[in-house]
């Protein structure tokens, strides 16, 4: 296939809601030289729209519906496109860039294409960081909140596990990349977690690790203990995953430490609260915070509630019990979208996107 097509299918990419910047792009073509390095591994037909079935693409691109059809399932299984039912038939869409395309490829990430994905977050991914409502948003960890205060099910980490009937961890994709172009970070790298409606969905599979539900929750323990900032897709239904981040290698949470973002993911709706008299302004939550929201001023720590996550990472690490967390002011608690659609058309209206146009 020609650059044009490549640049076609980036073009496309960028109409989703997620987005897809590109202008840099004209010049170094990274996003052309990732799929062409996909293409040499699974063979891949035109760009496909929203959503079609195997016989409205073959009739486009001109194939033979069995041979297009196996290589859309050959694309799926690759993590370049998905594939749901639509009235009672399988159908094929585009997956976006992140969430989507790029965490998919942690199955088949090698050192190329992990420079070319750092190549592409380095040059354009910041224009996509700061459109709202964000890619991700933060849950914080639950011992971290006081227990008499309200919590939505959306808002708690435990409660979004609870209600799933499959759990699995697998290899966090940010930090594999980061240990393929030479430069890890201290985290474990297999603590990423996803969730299904349908029992034992992740059972034999070789890519995902399944858990049993009190293994999910011990999983979710290990993220906490190693200072890893739970995140979930940015709506109260429809959660199917948990990237446990750190801003030295997750792309969201990098816009932050390395571009000086503030919300490349939405804030929690809660806020760190220091209580001033038994705080002996030891320095250890510093050490804890990976966004710079702690500080000491004269000799008691200090919250930037402007930079502040409601993460809550740093307030196990508090011996003398000094940090918890509270619930924001109402009018500064952000409105997370129902659903991921609801997600989609915010986004879409941010950008003055017709979501008709791609559909």
Same mark, same amino acid.
């Given at each position: 296939?020609?650059?044009?097509?490549?640049?076609?299918?980036?073009?496309r990419l960028d109409a989703l809601p997620s987005g897809f910047r590109q202008q840099r792009m004209v010049r170094n073509y990274a996003y052309w030289r990732i799929?062409?390095?996909?293409?040499?591994?699974?063979?891949?037909?035109?760009?496909?729209?929203?959503?079609?079935?195997?016989?409205?693409?073959?009739?486009?691109?001109?194939?033979?519906?069995?041979?297009?059809?196996?290589?859309?399932?050959?694309?799926?299984?690759?993590?370049?496109?998905?594939?749901?039912? =639509?009235?009672?038939?399988?159908?094929?869409?585009?997956?976006?860039?992140?969430?989507?395309?790029?965490?998919?490829?942690?199955?088949?990430?090698?050192?190329?294409?992990?420079?070319?994905?750092?190549?592409?977050?380095?040059?354009?991914?910041? &224009?996509?960081?700061?459109?709202?409502?964000?890619?991700?948003?933060?849950?914080?960890?639950?011992?971290?909140?006081?227990?008499?205060?309200?919590?939505?099910?959306?808002?708690?980490?435990?409660?979004?596990?609870? &209600?799933?009937?499959?759990?699995?961890?697998?290899?966090?994709?940010?930090?594999?990349?980061?240990?393929?172009?030479?430069?890890?970070?201290?985290?474990?790298?297999?603590?990423?977690?996803?969730?299904?409606?349908?029992?034992?969905?992740?059972?034999?599979?070789?890519?995902?690790?399944?858990?049993?539900?009190?293994?999910?929750?011990?999983?979710?323990?290990?993220?906490?203990?190693?200072?890893?900032?739970?995140?979930?897709?940015?709506?109260?239904?429809?959660?199917?995953?948990?990237?446990?981040?750190?801003?030295?290698?997750?792309?969201?949470?990098?816009?932050?430490?390395?571009?000086?973002?503030?919300?490349?993911?939405?804030?929690?709706?809660? =806020?760190?609260?220091?209580?001033?008299?038994?705080?002996?302004?030891?320095?250890?939550?510093?050490?804890?915070?990976?966004?710079?929201?702690?500080?000491?001023?004269?000799?008691?720590?200090?919250?930037?509630?402007?930079?502040?996550?409601?993460?809550?990472?740093?307030?196990?690490?508090?011996?003398?019990?000094?940090?918890?967390?509270?619930?924001?002011?109402?009018?500064?608690?952000?409105?997370?979208?129902?659903?991921?659609?609801?997600?989609?058309?915010?986004?879409?209206?941010?950008?003055?996107?017709?979501?008709?146009? &791609?559909?």
């Amino acid at each position: 296939m020609d650059e044009k097509t490549y640049k076609r299918l980036a073009e496309r990419l960028d109409a989703l809601p997620s987005g897809f910047r590109q202008q840099r792009m004209v010049r170094n073509y990274a996003y052309w030289r990732i799929c062409l390095h996909q293409k040499r591994q699974t063979g891949c037909p035109t760009p496909c729209d929203y959503v079609k079935h195997s016989e409205e693409i073959s009739e486009r691109i001109g194939g033979d519906v069995h041979t297009v059809g196996s290589m859309l399932n050959g694309m799926v299984a690759n993590g370049l496109i998905s594939a749901s039912q =639509v009235e009672g038939e399988k159908g094929y869409s585009l997956m976006p860039f992140a969430v989507g395309f790029y965490e998919e490829q942690e199955r088949t990430m090698d050192e190329e294409l992990a420079r070319l994905f750092e190549d592409y977050m380095q040059q354009t991914f910041e &224009i996509v960081l700061r459109i709202e409502p964000q890619l991700h948003r933060v849950v914080p960890v639950n011992e971290t909140i006081q227990t008499d205060m309200e919590v939505h099910p959306y808002e708690s980490i435990v409660d979004i596990i609870a &209600i799933k009937k499959a759990w699995c961890v697998f290899d966090c994709m940010c930090r594999k990349q980061k240990v393929l172009i030479g430069d890890p970070c201290q985290h474990p790298v297999e603590l990423c977690m996803a969730f299904s409606e349908i029992p034992g969905a992740f059972d034999g599979n070789s890519h995902y690790k399944a858990l049993t539900q009190e293994e999910a929750v011990a999983t979710l323990q290990r993220a906490s203990d190693a200072g890893l900032v739970h995140t979930v897709s940015n709506s109260q239904k429809g959660i199917g995953y948990i990237c446990n981040c750190c801003t030295c290698s997750c792309m969201m949470l990098r816009g932050i430490s390395d571009m000086g973002i503030a919300n490349t993911v939405a804030r929690s709706a809660f =806020v760190n609260e220091v209580y001033a008299d038994v705080c002996n302004g030891c320095e250890t939550c510093l050490d804890y915070c990976q966004f710079g929201a702690l500080s000491i001023e004269d000799g008691i720590a200090a919250v930037s509630v402007v930079a502040c996550l409601g993460c809550g990472v740093c307030v196990p690490s508090c011996d003398t019990e000094a940090l918890n967390l509270v619930r924001r002011p109402e009018e500064e608690v952000l409105q997370i979208p129902v659903t991921e659609e609801d997600w989609g058309v915010e986004r879409a209206e941010a950008r003055g996107i017709d979501l008709d146009i &791609i559909r």
